[in-house]
């Protein structure tokens, strides 16, 4: 499998800015190494704002926009416009009770035609897009078993 693209869920990119949750240093790690492989990096609008809005609650802001800025260098940033919602919305309706969530990043994941998602929420939608956990990808991103 060749991968191009990557899409970040909101729990992974939690993971780089708060040490609290105990895994910075597996995602940097990950971000880093597929940053030298030429792989590109997507998440969301809405991933972002749910971010700041979680990040509010336990950094200063001062340190909270320098994080959120720094994620926007690393991170193309994947809208959700009203074809994006639509499409969610009508899986959703069809399938309940999926997540509206999980649902609106899928939908950003076959807009921006990324290779997989890295999440590591275990009931994250079953979607076209392979999901893998932060450890899964760090496997497949180093080529290796990780040792933890």
């Keep these: 499998m060749i ?4 899409f970040f869920d909101a729990n992974i990119i939690l993971d780089m800015i708060d040490s609290d949750r105990g895994n910075v240093e597996r995602v940097k790690t990950l971000v880093y190494n597929a940053l030298m492989k030429d792989i590109s990096l997507y998440t969301s609008c809405d991933i972002l704002s749910n971010i700041y809005y979680v990040g509010r609650k336990k950094l200063a802001k ?4 320098e994080e959120m800025l720094r994620i926007l260098r690393i991170f193309d940033i994947v809208a ?8 969610a919305l009508l899986e ?5 009770p999926l997540d509206f969530e999980d649902l609106l990043q899928s939908q950003c994941v076959v807009v921006s035609e990324c290779d997989l998602i890295v999440t590591n929420d275990r009931k994250f939608v ?4 392979k999901h893998l956990s932060l450890d899964e990808a760090l496997e497949l991103i180093l080529g290796s078993k990780l040792i933890l």
């Design 3 to 6: 991968i191009k693209k990557i």
């Design 62 to 65: 001062d340190i909270l926009v």
């Design 80 to 87: 959700i416009d009203k074809a994006i919602a639509q499409k």
């Design 92 to 96: 959703n309706k069809m399938n309940l």
């Design 126 to 129: 079953k979607g076209d897009v």
